[in-house]
């Protein structure tokens, strides 16, 4: 059972928030009015994730991510933001926050994006001597598009990466949020052709073409092929799908602060924000993360295990 923590200094928000979270019967919820009060309640019982506002009195968002990265590098944080607040929730991400939601599309993106940050975080503990000695891994995947295979593919990754030993727990958080936001386009941009712009003007519609491509053939005959080459100084993850592509450059800038409540250009957001170096071929079907070495983790040595 998850325990979650919810911190707005505004009592209808932080009550709205929890309202929706708890529609998830496995998560246990609490709540902190802002920032400082959420840092002693993460002293005292650390959480699995936290949803905070940005905009709060004392501490505000973007100086609790700051303080949890550095104390507690192992719990995630999920932004909510809104007009106004999208310089500052940039940074968050650039930060270390794992994700966020934009206050206008809680109901329709909330749930599903705690899930998302929450599969993701959940680290098996233990490692064997043998993995700890790995010195680098290449492995390649055919996925059908079925998007429950999405998180145990993440998972594998996000393990090889830290037996590696090439980032802290937070980045490897960050690395497998961007591996998820790049096969969900790979699949519902790529291959079943459903534009995030139709999310956008009307989500029941977009959800209805989903299902409808998905039983439709070329769309539901396609395939994502994964590419991963792993070594203690760098993860390079190729993301193949079988769609007709586009032109990358007429995403929207995903670093312009404007285009943050977007849906359109979210994934790449993420991507750019936790990556490297994200790079897309001419055709516009294929893209390729790069994560370099973190200074900050230890190495992994053999006779360590």
């Not at 200094?9 to 928030?17: G, I, K, M, N, P």
């Not at 019982?45 to 940005?54: N, Q």
């Not at 052709?193 to 070329?218: F, I, K």
């Amino acid at each position: 059972m998850a325990n979650i923590l919810v911190v707005d200094d505004s009592t209808v928000d932080r009550h709205l928030v929890g309202g929706l979270l708890q529609e998830d019967l496995d998560w246990t919820i609490e709540y902190a009015a802002d920032g400082a009060e959420a840092l002693g309640k993460i002293e005292l019982r650390e959480p699995d994730l936290v949803v905070t506002d940005l905009v709060m009195p004392q501490l505000d968002g973007l100086e609790l991510v700051t303080a949890v990265r550095g104390k507690h590098p192992l719990v995630p944080i999920i932004l909510i933001t809104s007009r106004g607040s999208e310089e500052i929730a940039v940074e968050a991400l650039q930060r270390g926050a794992a994700s966020y939601v934009s206050k206008r599309a809680l109901g329709a993106n909330l749930l599903d994006t705690v899930r998302r940050v929450l599969a993701v975080s959940s680290h098996r503990r233990s490692q064997s001597r043998l993995m700890e000695c790995m010195t680098y891994s290449n492995s390649a995947f055919t996925l059908d598009n079925d998007s429950s295979l999405f998180g145990p593919l993440v998972t594998y990754l996000q393990e090889e990466v830290t037996q590696l030993g090439l980032c802290d727990e937070t980045e490897c958080t960050r690395i497998g949020v961007a591996l998820e936001e790049s096969l969900v386009n790979a699949l519902y941009h790529g291959n079943l052709e459903v534009a995030s712009e139709l999310r956008e003007r009307d989500d029941e519609a977009y959800g209805a073409l989903v299902r409808q491509r998905r039983c439709e053939t070329p769309y539901r005959d396609r395939r994502i092929y994964v590419e991963a080459a792993l070594s203690r100084d760098q993860a390079r993850v190729v993301v193949r799908d079988e769609g007709s592509g586009f032109d990358p450059s007429t995403l929207p800038d995903p670093t312009d602060p404007n285009n943050l409540e977007r849906v359109s250009g979210r994934g790449v957001l993420l991507m750019r924000t936790f990556m490297d170096e994200v790079v897309y071929n001419d055709v516009g079907n294929s893209v390729t993360l790069t994560k370099r070495r973190n200074s900050n983790a230890a190495p992994v040595r053999c006779e360590d295990a």
